[in-house]
């Protein structure tokens, strides 16, 4: 995968936020973009469509050497596994969240996440992990309630071959840095 700016030369912050997730391949990834536009969430060209592997997670700059080897172990020990996204999920009342479900490859997501946040990226999460694809996200009721109906016929069906490593910018964008192949055929 071609990477962004990279975080690593002169003139870097001395944090930096990264996250780790599956990006959902195109058309479907413009698919759930355009959606996400379509409801007025501000975030939907912000955010490339994704699977959250590492939720937002501050981290210093000096430490994204450590990680990066973290990662590239993980991606060499793992399978490429197929991913069905279908019908859609909220997690409403506790969070104001519609999102596709991951109907194949969720065990996969789970013991890949769970990988991926251990060692110098162990940390707590607000949440259990449940694997999805957000379609709206703090919008008004009426709105998440429309988009829990258009994405009930949502259908994805795609191989996962890697995970991708992203920074979030000053400007409230997330750019893919740096993408780890699976290593296991």
């Given at each position: 995968?071609?990477?962004?700016?990279a975080?690593d030369?002169d003139?870097l912050?001395e944090?930096?936020?990264?996250?780790?997730?599956i990006?959902?391949?195109?058309?479907?990834?413009s698919q759930?973009?355009?959606a996400?536009?379509?409801h007025g969430?501000p975030q939907?060209?912000a955010?490339p469509t994704h699977v959250t592997?590492?939720p937002?997670?501050?981290t210093r700059?000096e430490h994204l050497?450590?990680?990066e080897?973290h990662?590239r172990a993980?991606?060499?020990?793992?399978?490429?596994?197929?991913?069905l996204?279908?019908?859609?999920?909220?997690?409403?009342?506790?969070?104001?969240?519609?999102?596709?479900?991951?109907?194949?490859?969720?065990?996969e997501?789970r013991?890949?996440?769970?990988?991926?946040?251990?060692g110098?990226?162990?940390?707590?999460?607000?949440f259990?992990?449940?694997p999805h694809v957000?379609v709206?996200?703090?919008?008004p009721?009426a709105?998440?309630?429309e988009?829990?109906?258009?994405?009930r016929?949502?259908?994805a069906v795609?191989d996962v071959?890697e995970?991708?490593?992203s920074?979030?910018?000053?400007?409230?964008v997330?750019r893919p840095w740096?993408g780890y192949?699976?290593?296991?055929?």
């Open positions: 995968m071609p990477t962004a700016a975080p030369g003139g912050p944090t930096v936020t990264i996250g780790v997730s990006h959902v391949p195109e058309p479907y990834g759930v973009q355009d996400r536009a379509g969430d939907a060209r955010i592997l590492l937002p997670t501050e700059a050497p450590g990680i080897q990662l993980v991606a060499s020990a793992q399978r490429p596994f197929r991913m996204l279908q019908g859609s999920g909220t997690f409403r009342p506790v969070s104001p969240v519609v999102f596709v479900r991951v109907e194949e490859g969720a065990q997501c013991e890949l996440e769970a990988e991926v946040r251990s110098p990226l162990a940390r707590e999460l607000a259990p992990y449940h957000t709206a996200h703090g919008l009721d709105v998440l309630d988009a829990y109906e258009q994405a016929s949502f259908r795609f071959t995970f991708v490593l920074t979030f910018g000053g400007d409230g997330w740096r192949a699976f290593g296991r055929a």
